[in-house]
């Protein structure tokens, strides 16, 4: 079984301010798909980022950047120029890419950004 | 576009009550995903359809029946719920690649809604 660990339950920076979450998984599979998934006070799951696994090269979209350590099964979201609108429960979450059609979430780290 | 409507927002209901939630989803997605959030916790996975077909049922109570008219269209039919099923309640919406081997891709959620029983 897979399991995804958020071990910040809570962060809290100024905007401008770069920002990095931690998540760690365990898995025995070596094809599999990494997400950050962030939840604003609306409630809206929204896709923030998606990693492969058999991509080396560590995916970014605008501000946000992974580091996906492979063999550490790691995988840090970091956000740069933090801005009050990054506001949001941010979750962690891992699938097989065959086969499998659940998301294993992490527990979640509560981000708030402060002007 | 990659959106995913839910209705209704919010829901009230009585226990004795019957009531459905409805998704849809115009991405063309084959499989489609009912979730069922509780505070400050991630999401929890309820049942999967798959080409229309229910592929994941994880468990849900008997008081939970989902249904997948369309390939755009999920639907969840409560019945006789009880006051610890108040959650929210996502949908989302995947690609299916090879659909026999059933390689997935990206899930993307609707905005959910809000349940509350008495």
């Known amino acids: 079984a897979q399991t995804v660990t958020q071990s910040q339950p809570e962060m809290s920076v100024q905007e401008a301010e770069t920002v990095t979450l931690s998540c760690t998984y365990d898995?025995?599979?070596?094809?599999?798909?990494l997400f950050w998934y962030k939840q604003p006070p609306s409630r809206q799951m929204i896709l923030v980022i998606r990693?492969?696994?058999?991509?080396?090269q560590n995916a970014t979209e605008n501000r946000f950047s992974v580091n996906f350590q492979k063999a550490a099964k790691s995988f840090s979201l970091k956000i740069s120029d933090s801005q009050l609108g990054d506001t949001a429960m941010y979750f962690c979450?891992?699938?097989?890419?065959?086969?499998?059609?659940?998301?294993?979430f992490g527990q979640g780290t509560r981000l708030t950004i402060n002007p | 576009d990659t959106e995913v409507t839910q209705t209704p927002k919010h829901l009230v209901m009585g226990m004795t009550n019957k009531k459905s939630l409805k998704c849809e989803q115009h991405?063309?997605?084959?499989?489609m995903y009912w979730y069922k959030q509780k505070a400050k916790k991630p999401p929890e996975l309820m049942f999967v359809?798959?080409?229309?077909?229910?592929?994941i049922n994880e468990s849900v109570p008997s008081r939970f029946s989902p249904e997948c008219p369309n390939s755009s269209l999920l639907n969840l039919h409560l019945h006789a719920l009880q006051p610890e099923d108040s959650a929210l309640y996502l949908c989302?919406?995947?690609?299916?690649?090879?659909?026999?081997?059933?390689?997935?891709?990206?899930?993307?959620f609707g905005p959910g809604t809000r349940l509350t029983v008495l």
């Open positions: 991405m063309g997605h084959r499989a």
């Open positions: 898995t025995s599979e070596n094809n599999y798909y």
């Open positions: 359809y798959s080409y229309e077909k229910l592929s």
């Open positions: 989302a919406s995947s690609h299916v690649f090879f659909r026999d081997s059933f390689f997935t891709d990206t899930q993307y």
């Open positions: 979450a891992f699938t097989k890419i065959q086969g499998a059609q659940k998301l294993v």
């Open positions: 990693q492969e696994a058999y991509k080396q």
